[in-house]
């Protein structure tokens, strides 16, 4: 019988991590796009305390974020041992090509936002999105 091997739990955690990340920041340009964008925390020229579409793209960065780096983290360690089919694998990594193409797609375009609130954006959508990927990484390696 073979042994089952393993990748040391940092470097499952530090993948997991940056595939969260580009995930988050895939969602910020794609939801960008479509006005749902974090840049309308710092527009002062609304009346409202805060416009809906800065507070779901909040959520949905996290959330992506979280997920992500969840699924990432126990994908990577089931991967190791043999319990994936490569078929599968295979799709998996052509669904996060294509989504990353989307978002590149997305970013060729010109910005709908100002350019400094752009780059506010687009640092709280990383910050945000390492946070929430760091901890589902965590949570799904302790989990096994």
């Known amino acids: 019988m073979t042994e089952t091997t393993y990748f040391p739990r940092r470097l499952i955690l530090a993948g997991a991590m940056g595939a969260g990340v580009l995930l988050a920041l895939a969602v910020h340009m794609l939801g960008a796009r479509y006005g749902l964008d974090l840049g309308g925390l710092w527009r002062t020229d609304t009346g409202a305390f805060m416009p809906a579409g800065s507070a779901i793209a909040w959520w949905l960065i ?8 969840y699924f990432i ?10 319990e994936i089919p490569k078929r599968m694998q295979h799709f998996l990594i052509g669904i996060g090509v294509l989504l990353l193409v989307g978002a590149g797609q997305t970013l060729s375009g010109p910005s ?20 929430m990927a760091f901890c589902g990484a965590n949570f799904a390696l302790r989990e096994t």
């Not at 954006?121 to 910050?127: H, M």
């Open 73 to 82: 983290a126990s994908l990577m360690h089931s991967a190791v041992s043999g």
């Open 62 to 69: 996290a959330t992506v974020g979280f997920a992500g780096g």
């Open 112 to 131: 709908p936002t100002p350019s400094i609130a752009g780059v506010l954006a687009g640092l709280v959508a990383l910050g945000l999105g390492a946070l």
